[in-house]
């Protein structure tokens, strides 16, 4: 069944398509990951993130292990039609490393310097 | 010469790392587009975004042809160092299609429906 959201999106070769994450209360860009068309189809279903893990090859629910959980307040598209863009409701943090976000380390002189606060400690999260 | 910002950036096979570009201003999500070792270097070196066009296949300065420039703010990785994410001075629109932000298209019932609001002329400005 043709579905035009899913039509209008371009995925590579491999079948995937980025995914941008910005919080939907503050706007900070929280992660990237990346989607097929079967995760993107079910996040646009059940407004719950979901996501194609390229490390696992598997089917990865955001929050499914952490309880840290992503719900699409709004699904974005841009113009050549290969990059989507949610805004989310963002349970506890994005990040596997306890970090609100994954883009915790900001360009310095003497390198990447991290300058996000931990929201949680990932050893007690993945246990 | 061994820089530890692009050491720590992990490249595809293509040679290649996507840059989230985000409004320093107004915290607005404005493009993806990818760079090379070389752009990163370049984009660190001067302050202003430098990108590799995929289907171009050419180094690409953003704005030379349109004067609608990108300054950085900040440069930030995130936590596995596979995506690079920008805050920046934008000048006039990020998109070729004229709008200030490529992400102009949201999610509805009937398809992507675009809100966003034109801020340039493109046949004006790309002639």
Chains 1, 2 share one sequence.
Do not use: N
């Not at 840290?68 to 863009?85: F, I, K």
Request: net charge negative; hydrophobic share 35%; proline share 2%.
């Amino acid at each position: 069944m043709s579905d035009p959201l899913l039509d209008a999106a371009d995925f590579t070769d491999d079948g995937l398509i980025p995914a941008i994450v910005q919080d939907a209360e503050t706007d900070q860009v929280l992660m990237m990951a990346y989607m097929t068309a079967e995760t993107l189809q079910e996040t646009l279903d059940t407004g719950r993130m979901v996501y194609w893990s390229r490390s696992r090859q598997e089917r990865w629910v955001k929050g499914q292990t952490s309880g840290h959980t992503q719900t699409v307040e709004e699904a974005r598209l841009d113009c050549d039609g290969d990059t989507l863009l949610f805004r989310v409701h963002q349970e506890g943090g994005a990040c596997h490393t306890g970090f609100r976000s994954c883009f915790h380390r900001r360009a310095a002189d003497d390198g990447w310097t991290t300058d996000g606060e931990k929201v949680f400690d990932p050893d007690a999260v993945y246990e």
